[in-house]
């Protein structure tokens, strides 16, 4: 399983921009889905969160400026981020809860490569 994450620039302060993430490879099904970012000298913390059943939940910064939706046809994420700010600067990075066909299927997590995303102010 691949999750291919893309969508990530240079945007300046009130910008916009859309990140999408594949999954690709033997999948059965697949459960949540999330964005981390992670900005230098931090830790990695949780943005957005979808589940199968398409409930969301956001870190509280980015209430009412991001928003995660899913494909579930095309096994895809995608986070639109709207009125962006200096401090959403950082490393984005999706994954997904991906159960592959098997005798005894456990879902497992599966991470991205991460995407920079650059607001200028």
């Known amino acids: 399983v691949q999750l291919q994450a893309s969508g990530g620039g240079l945007v300046q302060a009130g910008g916009s921009l859309r990140l999408s993430c594949a999954a690709s490879g033997r999948i059965f099904s697949i459960g949540d889905m999330g964005w981390y970012r992670q900005a230098p000298g931090k830790q990695r913390e949780l943005v957005a969160l979808?589940?199968?059943?398409?409930?969301?939940n956001y870190e509280d910064s980015v209430k009412g400026r991001f928003t995660i939706s899913r494909d579930n046809a095309k096994n895809t994420v995608y986070l639109q981020m709207n009125s962006l700010k200096p401090e959403d600067t950082a490393v984005y990075f999706c994954?997904?809860?991906?159960?592959?066909?098997?005798?005894?299927?456990?879902?497992?997590?599966?991470w991205g490569q991460g995407t920079l995303v650059t607001v200028s102010s």
């Open positions: 979808i589940t199968s059943g398409g409930s969301t």
């Open positions: 994954n997904a809860r991906v159960t592959v066909p098997s005798m005894n299927p456990i879902p497992l997590w599966y």
